[in-house]
């Protein structure tokens, strides 16, 4: 039988990523005897890597299927960074369990930071769970689905220290064949004392610089117009070649990120970069000035800070202090002058007392983020923090912080959006408006989104727009 679906089934649930909308899913005749069904949770790389299983199991006589009752194999792509996440990830486990007691002949894994934090453990506490595997383990995944079949528990939590998953081409399922995300290193070595990635993705390694180039030149001319570097720490990317025998032995000079951004930038004029995340201790002026120099890099950085106060900026190990933090906004914007900005922020972090709290507020004050993402601290087991820190802000201050952080937050991004107002950008389009049928949207440089009235213009086209209005969260406008 012709079997047609092939797509993937994407659930965002960090908080950024919640509620946002998938395109339609592409169907395509494929020829597989065998289904899996995929979810992810938590960032964009873990999207990005839910690409590369896909790709993995699709070469292995897996297709898609976006009808969890029709799979052999159903995944869950888990993220770990904060305990709510986790709490989702084993909800959604009881579902699949019900199913799978139903269908005795379906396989269930857990892929991801949380398969990795939990390992075996795993397999104790989620009995139906059949395959757990660690974000550094998919190319073994088709041996352990085999071990899995025989009715073996299969497990493969092994972190690498070379792995980037370099030479697999990405299968983009679920994409508007607009944008695509393109991962450029793995792991994290800055040990925030909060942070559980370092523990679930291991040690940092960047991604040969030729692949990269080469997925983006193969997206570009699959009609692409717009990729995202990823990596937990873009700006310390650092690549060097081997010995290049066919240049007589000669090493090729090493690859910064700066050189990547440049090198991805000179492809195509009109292919968009995008990139994150970056951590302010590492992004450099050589990376503001190559943002600067290419108009089809995008003024927009998301440089989290995490706390106003140095004293808990040092207790959260991110080796920079307010001043420094400021110092670097004050150069993006002598560099950039129109960049947009965004960040993270964390309330009620261990000790934090209400004059460091007043000083996240007034950074906030002074950075004006066009775009901020903020969560209140959630203790994770194994981290620095977990093991020297007491968790000695109680929930209730936590969360009123947060929503202190949230309302003075919302003032500051739709001021940044009526400043727009009257303003003519050059917007990528990327769909049709969800809202209304008879609208486009996209995004303007600076990543904030654009919705106008549907003319001739297509999905893909860049197109000048006026903005005529905004709400809190879109721009409104009409084609110049
Ligand atoms: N690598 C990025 C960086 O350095 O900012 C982001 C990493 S993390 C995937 C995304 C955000 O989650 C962090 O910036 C931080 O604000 C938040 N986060 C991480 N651990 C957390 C925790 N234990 N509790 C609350 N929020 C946390
Ligand atoms: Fe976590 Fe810090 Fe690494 Fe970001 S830079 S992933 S917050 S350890
Ligand atoms: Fe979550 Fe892992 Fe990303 S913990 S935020 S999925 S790196």
């Keep these: 039988m012709m079997e047609l679906l092939q797509t993937l089934n994407t659930k965002?649930?960090?908080e950024r990523r919640q509620g946002e909308a998938f395109s339609p899913n592409t169907v395509l005749e494929t020829p597989f005897k065998k289904h899996f069904y995929i979810e992810s949770y938590g960032c964009a790389m873990?999207?990005?890597?839910?690409?590369v299983v896909a790709a993995i199991l699709q070469s292995n006589g897996f297709g898609a299927t976006k009808i969890l009752e029709e799979a052999d194999l159903v995944l869950v792509n888990t993220c770990s960074i904060r305990e709510k996440a986790e709490a989702t990830v084993r909800k959604r486990l009881t579902e699949f369990r019900k199913l799978k007691k139903a269908n005795p002949g379906m396989l269930v894994g857990v892929l991801g930071c949380m398969a990795e934090r939990l390992k075996e453990k795993f397999l104790q506490e989620e009995k139906l769970v059949d395959l757990v595997v660690g974000p550094d383990a998919y190319r073994t995944l088709p041996g352990l689905i085999q071990e899995a079949e025989t009715g073996q528990k299969a497990v493969n939590v092994l972190l690498s220290r070379e792995e980037t998953y370099a030479d697999i081409a990405p299968v983009r399922l679920n994409s508007n064949g607009v944008n695509a995300f393109v991962s450029i290193m793995r792991g994290c070595n800055n040990m925030c004392s909060f942070?559980?990635?370092p523990f679930t993705r291991g040690r940092e390694r960047s991604r040969d610089a030729n692949s990269i180039i080469e997925e983006c030149v193969d997206l570009v001319n699959n009609g692409y117009k717009e990729v995202t570097l990823l990596g937990q720490n873009v700006d310390s990317y650092y690549w060097t070649a081997s010995p290049n025998p066919s240049k007589g032995g000669i090493y090729e000079a090493p690859v910064t990120f700066a050189k990547l951004l440049e090198r991805v930038a000179l492809i195509n004029p009109l292919l968009r970069v995008r990139f994150s995340t970056s951590h302010?201790?590492?992004?450099?002026?050589?990376?503001?000035?190559?943002?600067a120099k290419y108009d089809n890099i995008c003024n927009y950085i998301h440089l989290p800070v995490q706390s106003g106060s140095s004293r808990v900026l040092q207790m959260m190990n991110r080796t920079y202090t307010r001043e420094w933090y400021i110092a670097k906004v004050n150069r993006i914007r002598e560099i950039i002058p129109d960049c947009g900005l965004s960040t993270d922020m964390i309330t009620g972090f261990c000790t934090e007392t209400e004059e460091d709290h007043q000083q996240s507020l007034s950074l906030m004050e002074y950075c004006k983020y066009d775009l901020a993402y903020m969560y209140f601290y959630s203790e994770r087991p194994g981290t620095l923090a977990a093991r020297r820190f007491k968790d000695d802000v109680p929930e209730e201050v936590k969360k009123r912080r947060l929503q202190e952080m949230i309302d003075l937050y919302r003032g500051h991004s739709l001021a940044s959006m009526q400043k727009d107002v009257g303003k003519t950008f050059n917007v990528l389009i990327e769909g049709a408006s969800k809202k209304n049928a008879d609208q486009l949207y996209g995004r303007n440089d600076q990543n904030k989104v654009v919705v106008f009235p549907k003319g001739t213009q297509k999905k893909g086209e860049y197109v000048f727009i006026k903005v005529s209005a905004c709400t809190a969260g879109t721009l409104l406008g009409e084609v110049e």
């Design 46 to 51: 873990n999207f990005a890597d839910s690409e």
């Design 280 to 291: 302010p201790k590492d992004i450099t002026d050589e990376v503001l000035f190559t943002i």
């Design 12 to 14: 965002q649930h960090d």
């Design 195 to 197: 942070c559980v990635v």
